[in-house]
């Protein structure tokens, strides 16, 4: 991989920093990207729904195109894949390129695969590095040692964000129902969904979560593909190779200028030589003496070689020997510089006297809770996965609170009727048909 030639910086970041990466690399080559899923998806939709409409197996349609979904991230991460080059690819090119480019390690993410939380930080595996199955095999679990929770989070929560589409597509169907006839709206399609959903709604459904899919697919494939960039930097050092081409690359341009300077010191250098073995000749000492001095000289000579050479760390050499003559009282002068030190301009100090408190509260809450923070922080990684076991627990309650409120017009009839009395039947009376003659006495 060319990685001088990357146009993003490379540096060690955290997880979190990797996905906000990838999500801006998305919205960079936002026309690249999403021209060829729209040139791909929109003829897929139309066919497959074509046929669930005939056979009337719209389900099976839905689960087509997520099954399919994989496509997708296939094109969204050969984009950006040359865009971080500098090269990015016109539409037509990326079409084209999908005909040949990395099928021998896709397939498997339209099979067993397809289910895999992580297929956002290792897909890059198999369709960039283009390595055999073993190396792959190798690779894909160095690449997700440290980054698994971050890719299955990712995971949920672009499920999470496609789910939230189709809803608010929903809902903007009834902004357009005026107010008054909102709740008989409102109940006509609760009773549409439940009882029979005709092909139209259904195909309306598919729709949305064909929307949904086309807009968050190419960001979860984006900081998928940063994820995996962090995790080769931490793991090869990318940032810090890098560095060293640059700096041999400023060296390489500097070179020549530095051979330049030094073939014009060169003989600056020469000319300082020739100018110092000038001037050593008159420096010398003369050669001519009078007759006084040499006089001089030759009985200091006398005197060196008669008096015996004694060594520099002879026990014999005291200061009285050295120097001659007793040594000096320096008393007074220790007295002066005592007096000097003594004075409080020299050496301005003071002793201040306070009282404090053997048990500080203040100082021990801060203790604790500068203690508390770091476990705390020590605690962050391991208390991930609780978090987002929390949340969807959390989701799962509001889902539950919202299906009870919406089935409300069914059971709280039950709960209204449980407490009412009886009415009691009234007695059934008997009466007795009295049998009138056919003829009436006179």
């Known amino acids: 991989m060319r990685i001088d030639q990357l146009n993003v910086m490379l540096r060690a970041r955290s997880e979190w920093e990797a996905m906000e990466l990838g999500t801006a690399l998305a919205r960079r080559h936002a026309r690249a990207i999403w021209l060829p899923l729209l040139y791909v998806g929109l003829p897929l939709f139309a066919a497959v729904n074509a046929v669930a409409w ?9 689960l087509l195109m997520w099954w399919l979904k994989p496509v997708a991230d296939r094109i969204a991460l050969y984009v950006m894949s040359r865009g971080v080059f500098g090269d990015e690819p016109s539409p037509w090119q990326t079409l084209r390129a999908q005909r040949h480019w990395g099928w021998s390690g896709f397939w498997g993410y339209l099979g067993w695969r397809r289910f895999s939380p992580f297929r956002s930080l290792l897909l890059p595996v198999n369709l960039l590095e283009g390595s055999d199955a073993t190396h792959r095999s190798q690779r894909r ?32 169907i009834f902004m357009f129902v005026p107010f008054d006839l909102l709740s008989d709206s409102w109940r006509a399609a609760w009773e549409m969904v439940t009882e029979l959903m005709p092909p139209w709604t259904r195909l309306g459904v598919n729709l949305f979560f064909w929307i949904a899919a086309t807009l968050i697919s190419p960001f979860h494939a984006g900081a998928g593909f940063a994820l995996y960039l962090n995790r080769r930097t931490e793991m090869e050092a990318w940032d810090v190779e890098i560095a060293f081409r640059r700096l041999r690359d400023r060296l390489q341009q500097a070179a020549p200028l530095l051979v330049l300077a030094l073939v014009l010191v060169w003989p600056l250098g020469g000319l300082h030589a020739q100018d110092a073995n000038a001037e050593t000749p008159q420096c ?79 100082k021990e809450k801060k203790e604790e809770d500068a203690k508390d923070r770091e476990d705390r922080g020590e605690r962050k990684g391991p208390q991930l996965p609780a978090q987002i076991a929390e949340w969807m627990l959390w989701g799962l309650v509001g889902a539950l609170v919202l299906a009870l409120l919406v089935t409300s017009p069914w059971w709280i009839r039950w709960l209204r009727g449980s407490g009412a009395r009886r009415a009691q039947q009234a007695t059934a009376v008997a009466e007795e048909a009295v049998r009138i003659p056919d003829v009436v006495p006179p």
């Open 54 to 62: 005939w056979t009337d197996r719209f389900f099976l349609a839905w």
């Open 284 to 362: 010398a000492a003369p050669d001519t003496h009078d007759s006084d001095d040499d006089s001089y000289y030759d009985e200091d000579e006398e005197e060196s070689d008669e008096a015996p050479a004694v060594p520099a760390d002879d026990p014999s050499n005291t200061a009285e020997v050295i120097f001659g003559g007793p040594r000096p009282d320096t008393a007074g002068f220790r007295q002066a510089v005592q007096r000097a030190y003594e004075d409080p301009l020299i050496t301005p100090t003071r002793e201040v006297t306070t009282w404090e408190r053997k048990d500080n509260p203040e």
């Open 141 to 172: 679990r160095a690449i997700l040692s440290s980054a698994f929770s971050h890719a299955a989070l990712l995971t949920t929560v672009c499920m999470v964000f496609e789910l939230v589409i189709v809803v608010g597509l929903i809902a903007c």
